[in-house]
């Protein structure tokens, strides 16, 4: 028997942008006990709350699955994304295809440039931690024998690179571009590695 917070979850996937009331009538409980749960499930990054109007008066909140609640619900992507990338590796030459990885992986760390701008070599570390982790990786870092240790303990692009290892051109370049300094790979989980390293040398990063 489904919980409330997954029969909650399941009622904003079938139906968004409702308000407490609905949700109560649909899951089958009080609209206290709702309120609850959504704050919890807020709490958790799986749901979001927005104003919407309706009619004279006050707004109303309304509730919706956010992209992070979206992926508690089983998806084909793996096997749509596995499909699309043999289908390019058909039409276009490997050098392109590697381009594209890492002129995404470019376009990512631009993003953030004036974010980073000024930091020490240890503070982007932290930074390029931080945004690996939003995009789904576990990762960690150490200054060992005179280098920076890069450690992806855990990689949400595993089961892509095992057919299409190109993908992993583009942690490898975001981690170069991000710290401003070549990032060389020592070790790979694809190659029977417990996980992927990589290495940079602790020198000041330029702006």
């Known amino acids: 028997m489904k919980s409330t917070k997954d029969r909650i979850l399941q009622t904003l996937l079938r139906k968004p942008r409702i308000t407490i009331n609905e949700i109560a ?20 990054g799986l749901i979001a709350a927005e104003e919407e109007r309706h009619g004279v008066g006050r707004p109303r909140l309304v509730y919706s699955l956010t992209e992070e609640g979206m992926e508690r619900f089983p998806t084909k992507y793996l096997r749509l994304t596995t499909r699309l990338l043999a289908q390019l590796k ?3 030459p490997g050098p392109i295809v590697t381009q594209l ?4 992986a470019e376009d990512l760390a631009n993003q953030y440039a004036a974010d980073i701008r000024g930091l020490s070599m240890e503070e982007r570390l932290d930074f390029v931690k931080e945004l690996l982790a939003q ?14 240790q890069i450690h992806e303990i855990s990689c ?12 992993c051109t583009m942690d490898q370049t975001l981690i170069s571009k991000m710290l401003a300094v070549p ?4 070790q ?3 190659s029977g590695g417990s996980h992927c390293t990589y290495v940079v040398q602790p020198v000041a990063a330029k702006n």
């Open 156 to 167: 949400p692009y595993y089961q892509i690179g095992i057919s299409h290892p190109e993908v």
């Open 183 to 186: 990032a060389s790979k020592v």
């Open 25 to 44: 009538e649909a899951v089958g409980i009080n609209a206290i006990s709702v309120r609850h749960h959504l704050s919890n499930l807020e709490k958790e």
């Open 135 to 148: 995009e789904g990786f576990t990762v960690e870092w150490e200054l060992k024998d005179g280098q920076y």
């Open 101 to 104: 990885f890492n002129q995404v």
């Open 90 to 92: 058909e039409t276009m």
């Open 188 to 190: 790979c989980i694809l």
